[in-house]
T-cell receptor, first 112, second 113 residues
Framework: SQTIHQWPATLVQPVGSPLSLECTVEGTSNPNLYWYRQAAGRGLQLLFYSVGIGQISSEVPQNLSASRPQDRQFILSSKKLLLSDSGFYLC???????????FGDGTRLSIL | GQQLNQSPQSMFIQEGEDVSMNCTSSSIFNTWLWYKQDPGEGPVLLIALYKAGELTSNGRLTAQFGITRKDSFLNISASIPSDVGIYFCAGRGSWPSGSRLTFGEGTQLTVNP
């Protein structure tokens, strides 16, 4: 079964600084990949998803962007962080619409 | 867009009691998934349901995919302290949502020993 690695586990960044969160997947090929944000431990908001290399769909307008440079690598970025970007960021993957979605352990991002 | 209502929002129970939580949707789903999340960790899949009427168990957990395809419930029998956490339902519809999931807001479960 697939394993999802996210790093860093925690991150404290000043307002206006750039961001790069990385997610890599092992044990599967050509997965669908997702970035979620979770505020206050409740409710997952889908930010981006990708069905293949270089293919990114954005769910909500925001200060963040995503890229998929390799089949099993998904990166969440920002050029200038806002206070409202604080939260718990989760990467997930699945093999298709008839397969369950599995999550990484997340990155806790705090903006000061 | 699709919306999921999950209830209750929180539950405080005594160890040994049974627990029931449910999710209802404004539209039809083809898949229902139930997750548990511990503090500071990602959600972990508990049960996956793919067929209307399907009833599936995983140890003390039982979940059902409603006949109308617009609801699902999760039951936990004989709760123990390690059942504490947030439980999420998630549903997956058909085109154009594709493989994207819609999540409920979660049920916070507290088990008193």
């Amino acid at each position: 079964s697939q394993t999802i690695h996210q790093w860093p586990a925690t991150l404290v960044q000043p307002v206006g600084s750039p961001l790069s969160l990385e997610c890599t997947v092992e044990g599967t090929s050509n997965p669908n990949l997702y970035w979620y944000r979770q505020a206050a431990g409740r409710g997952l908001q889908l930010l981006f998803y990708s069905v293949g290399i270089g293919q990114i769909s954005s769910e909500v307008p925001q200060n963040l962007s995503a890229s998929r440079p390799q089949d099993r690598q998904f990166i969440l970025s920002s050029k200038k962080l806002l206070l409202s970007d604080s939260g718990f960021y989760l990467c997930a993957c699945d093999r298709g619409s008839n397969q369950p979605q599995h999550f990484g352990d997340g990155t806790r991002l705090s903006i000061l | 867009g699709q919306q999921l209502n999950q209830s209750p929002q929180s539950m405080f129970i005594q160890e040994g009691e049974d627990v029931s939580m449910n999710c209802t949707s404004s539209s039809i789903f083809n898949t229902w998934l139930w997750y548990k999340q511990d503090p500071g960790e990602g959600p972990v899949l508990l049960i996956a349901l793919y067929k209307a009427g399907e009833l599936t168990s995983n140890g003390r957990l039982t979940a059902q995919f409603g006949i109308t395809r617009k609801d699902s419930f999760l039951n936990i029998s004989a709760s123990i302290p390690s059942d504490v956490g947030i439980y999420f339902c998630a549903g997956r519809g058909s085109w154009p949502s594709g493989s994207r999931l819609t999540f409920g807001e979660g049920t916070q479960l507290t088990v008193n020993p």
